[in-house]
């Protein structure tokens, strides 16, 4: 029963995060809007493996915050994405995933084809810290271990860290 409400809860949150993932700035240009040319990035380790943001042919790193949500997301050539998804966002601080049945807050690591590593909810367990948002550029920490209940397994997700113009 309990592998059932997981994989329900995980369902349930891939399929939000599909639908408000995309936006309608698809002009893929270099500039990044603040005029630092290739000052975002998000990197981490994937299991002890690096994992880097795409830089070229564009800086595949995002962040966005609305109604009091902050979504920070950095993908590569390869179709590897880590997300972080936390709701009552107030700024720096610390934001906990994986610790409560009701904080949805998420840190996800994707990969292709439809494979997700999660901490939200009550599964798996992460931290996210905003060392810096100054209302334009925002940077901080991150690590997690995200479970995959489809495959019944875990990745450890280490040493994150972002920076991305806010959009």
Excluded at 17 to 35: A, I, K, L, Q, R
């Amino acid at each position: 029963m309990k592998t059932l409400r997981k994989t329900i809860y995980l369902s349930i949150v891939c399929l939000a995060m599909v639908f408000t993932s995309c936006s309608s700035d698809d002009d893929n240009n270099d500039d990044d809007g603040g005029g630092q040319g290739g000052a975002e990035f998000l990197t981490a380790k994937i299991d002890g493996a690096n994992f880097e943001a795409a830089q070229d042919p564009a800086v595949i790193v995002s962040a966005t915050t609305s109604n009091g949500v902050l979504i920070v997301h950095g993908g590569n050539n390869s179709g590897e994405t880590i997300r972080a998804t936390i709701n009552d966002y107030t700024g720096v601080g610390i934001y906990q995933t994986g610790n409560s049945i009701s904080n949805v807050n998420s840190l996800t690591y994707l990969t292709l084809p439809a494979n997700a590593w999660m901490s939200t909810f009550d599964i798996g367990s992460g931290t996210l810290e905003v060392i810096s948002d100054d209302g334009t550029t925002i940077e901080g920490t991150f690590s997690f271990e995200g479970f995959n209940a489809q495959a019944q397994s875990t990745k450890n997700i280490t040493d994150g860290s972002f920076k991305a113009i806010i959009e």
